[in-house]
């Protein structure tokens, strides 16, 4: 199996950018936003003036390295708890485990149109949802040694390919992934993470999509990778 890297995808670029280390973080590895440390006395002095709101806590605000997991997988009462946590602490908090896990199981009997409940794909076996050590670390893997272009010159559909060979008896398969992994500015991220959490893309069950067949001009592979633009 080729070594590979975890790339994680900020939510909120605006806070990444610049000074985004709160002072009251310690290491880069802990978060993925964070709000700017200029911002810290910002706060304090809101707070000594009695502001509305002032006396917000520092430090990681937001993660977003895999698609749809906060806005899907995680209840609302658990969110501010979710983004708190670090991306790469293992496993998550008991709660946040049983949150995520009791989401995945409402996703897995939705009904598809009128055939009534879908049967349970993912079945609990030991107490643990089969997606959970999937999904749970919000971090999308990166083989830098493979391409990401397909042979017709586009992108290759990569999403979650790592992830096939990393968890085999999750994805039923012992393939050795072939593209870069990660996801591609042409992936169909939520049509695949939703077919894949309803049906776990069962032979013939219907496909789970939002109803995008994707866009108008497919983007280019050069940063900062927009596609060209419409011409009179």
Same mark, same amino acid.
């Given at each position: 199996?080729?070594?590979?890297?975890?790339? @994680?995808?900020?939510? $909120?670029?605006?806070?990444?950018?610049?000074?985004?280390?709160?002072?009251?973080?310690?290491?880069?590895? =802990?978060?993925?936003?964070?709000?700017?440390?200029?911002?810290?006395?910002?706060?304090?002095?809101?707070?000594?003036?009695?502001? /509305?709101?002032?006396?917000?806590?520092? !430090?990681?605000?937001?993660?977003?390295?895999? #698609?749809?997991?906060?806005?899907?997988?995680?209840?609302?009462?658990?969110? =501010?708890?979710?983004?708190?946590?670090?991306?790469?602490?293992?496993?998550?908090?008991? %709660? $946040?485990? /049983?949150?995520?896990?009791?989401? *995945?199981?409402?996703?897995?009997?939705?009904?598809?149109?009128?055939?009534?409940?879908?049967?349970?794909?993912?079945?609990?076996?030991?107490?643990?949802?089969? $997606?959970?050590? @999937?999904?749970? &670390?919000?971090?999308?893997?990166?083989?830098?040694?493979? +391409?990401?272009?397909?042979?017709? !010159?586009?992108?290759?559909?990569?999403? *979650?390919?790592?992830?096939?060979?990393?968890? &085999?008896? @999750?994805?039923?398969?012992?393939?050795?992934?072939?593209?870069?992994?990660?996801?591609?500015?042409?992936?169909?991220?939520? /049509? %695949? %993470?939703?077919?894949?959490?309803? %049906?776990?893309?069962?032979? !013939?069950?219907?496909? @789970?999509?939002?109803?995008?067949?994707?866009?108008?001009? &497919?983007?280019?592979?050069?940063? #900062?990778? *927009?596609?060209? +633009?419409?011409?009179?």
């Amino acid at each position: 199996m080729r070594p590979v890297a975890f790339i @994680v995808a900020a939510a $909120l670029p605006a806070l990444a950018t610049g000074a985004c280390r709160s002072s009251t973080n310690a290491g880069p590895e =802990d978060a993925n936003v964070y709000v700017p440390s200029g911002a810290d006395a910002g706060l304090n002095a809101d707070a000594e003036a009695g502001v /509305d709101g002032a006396g917000l806590a520092t !430090g990681q605000v937001d993660r977003a390295g895999r #698609p749809l997991v906060s806005i899907l997988l995680v209840p609302d009462s658990l969110k =501010d708890d979710y983004n708190a946590a670090s991306t790469f602490d293992a496993p998550l908090s008991r %709660t $946040l485990g /049983d949150g995520l896990t009791a989401r *995945l199981q409402a996703l897995d009997t939705l009904a598809i149109g009128d055939a009534g409940p879908d049967p349970v794909d993912w079945p609990i076996e030991g107490g643990a949802h089969p $997606l959970l050590p @999937v999904l749970a &670390p919000d971090a999308l893997l990166v083989d830098t040694a493979l +391409p990401c272009a397909s042979a017709d !010159g586009g992108y290759a559909a990569s999403y *979650l390919d790592i992830e096939r060979e990393i968890f &085999p008896g @999750v994805f039923e398969s012992n393939a050795v992934h072939t593209t870069c992994g990660g996801r591609t500015p042409s992936d169909d991220v939520v /049509d %695949t %993470t939703l077919s894949l959490l309803v %049906t776990r893309n069962r032979a !013939g069950a219907a496909q @789970v999509t939002q109803g995008l067949v994707g866009p108008a001009k &497919p983007a280019t592979q050069k940063f #900062p990778y *927009l596609a060209e +633009p419409y011409s009179n």
